[in-house]
């Protein structure tokens, strides 16, 4: 047990000392919490559309007027002509071009049908299909408001009418923020689990370190214990700033239970403070290291649902997500946040991550290979 506190007093020692890791504990947390829940939004503003208006009508008018209010659209040109629109899509200064054809206004009232040409720039398919969407919407809007104008409704309407109310729960204003900043907490965790425990080992055989250690009747356990407690700790001292970050910058507050949180971050934690180690002990150099680091964490956090759901994946991936340890903290965190989820609605993913635990600790313990 002396031994233990005399191990964890140096790793310390060491963290403190080091202000790179220091800056990864303190800045890191606070600066990505602050920075990519708004750069990287799952809504798109500021749609460039070119309008091309051969009626100069009322109703061209107020449809253009429809875009440019909406929120999402701005009026990067208004041309003549639609090759000249064109041109301002090849140059890369519009998204999307809307040509009005002549008669529109008067095709609407005397005939009751009037066409309209959209063209997307679909070079970024998502971009475009949600520019589409959009523009869809608002043609449809305008569409009934016209219909309401110039359709008088009889006294009794004999055709069946189906009335949709919807109710949107556990994100009730659908702000993408609410559910991307706890995919964000889980970054961040997994970032100090797996990069800064994976640099440890291989930081002390570069310094030399290890082999004084070696040389010590130091138990593997007690070592790699020793090695992965600090940043256990600091961890969830991360995860603390973070809530304290989401509360009150994006008044983000759990709806379940703080103590179901932390409980799967603990052993979270404890599965990819593992990992790291397991690698370190395989690296001689803090190169390898970290170019084995980033090459994992690339696959967990693109197959982990934080920015495309699983279920939208290929068969063969969603089975690759089975292996997948940032997965199931994702799961948990957005349910314990968003709907509040109990302890007993997230043991499946807690076992999992104990199975996790268990294999990549015993396994980063039989691979140090403590040379006397």
């Known amino acids: 047990m002396r031994t233990l506190l005399f191990l964890l007093q140096k790793e310390f020692l060491q ?38 208006d051969n009626d100069h009508s009322t109703y061209s008018a107020e449809l253009i007027d429809k875009f440019i209010s909406s929120g999402y659209f701005i009026l990067a040109d208004y041309a003549p002509s639609y090759n000249q629109a064109l041109k301002t899509i090849e140059r890369n200064k519009a998204d999307l071009i ?10 609407l009232v005397k005939k009751s049908i009037s066409n309209l040409s959209v063209s997307v720039d679909a070079v970024n398919g998502e971009k475009a299909g949600l520019a ?16 309401t104008k110039w359709i008088a409704l009889p006294k009794y309407n004999s ?40 640099l ?37 001292f991360i995860l603390t700033i973070g809530f304290i970050i989401s509360a009150l910058v994006y008044h983000i507050v759990p709806a379940g239970s703080f103590f179901t949180i932390y409980l799967f971050a603990a052993v979270y934690l404890v599965a ?44 063969w991936a969603q ?9 199931y903290f994702i799961e948990v965190i957005r349910l314990v946040i968003l709907k509040g989820s109990l302890l007993r609605d997230v043991f499946p993913q807690l076992a999992i991550m104990c199975v996790f635990a268990v294999v990549f600790n015993v396994w980063a313990i039989i691979n140090y290979r403590k040379k006397a």
């Open 15 to 52: 963290i403190f000392r080091n202000k790179t890791i220091l800056a990864i504990i303190l800045v890191v947390p606070v600066v990505q919490l602050l920075i990519l829940p708004n750069a990287a939004t799952f809504e798109i503003k500021n749609i460039k559309v070119a309008i091309v």
């Open 200 to 236: 440890n080992i291989v930081r002390e055989k570069e310094i030399g370190t290890i082999e004084q250690i070696n040389v010590t009747p130091i138990k593997k356990i007690h070592f790699i214990t020793g090695k992965l407690l600090p940043f256990w700790l600091i961890g969830l």
């Open 98 to 107: 809307i040509e009005i054809p002549p008669n529109f206004q008067r095709d």
């Open 132 to 147: 589409a969407g959009y523009t869809g919407q608002i043609i449809q809007d305008f569409n009934k408001q016209i219909l």
């Open 272 to 315: 990819f403070l593992g990992f790291g180690l397991l690698i370190s002990t395989y690296s001689n150099t803090q190169q390898q290291a970290l170019f084995v680091v980033f090459f994992f964490l690339m696959i967990f956090f693109l197959m982990s649902g934080m920015f495309t759901p699983i279920e939208s994946m290929p068969r």
């Open 159 to 198: 055709a069946p009418a189906i009335n949709i109310t919807f109710s949107n729960w556990y994100n009730p204003l659908m702000n993408y923020k609410t559910f991307f900043v706890p995919g964000i907490l889980v970054l961040l965790l997994t970032l100090v689990g797996g990069l800064l425990t994976a």
């Open 319 to 327: 089975i690759i997500t089975c292996f997948n340890p940032v997965r």
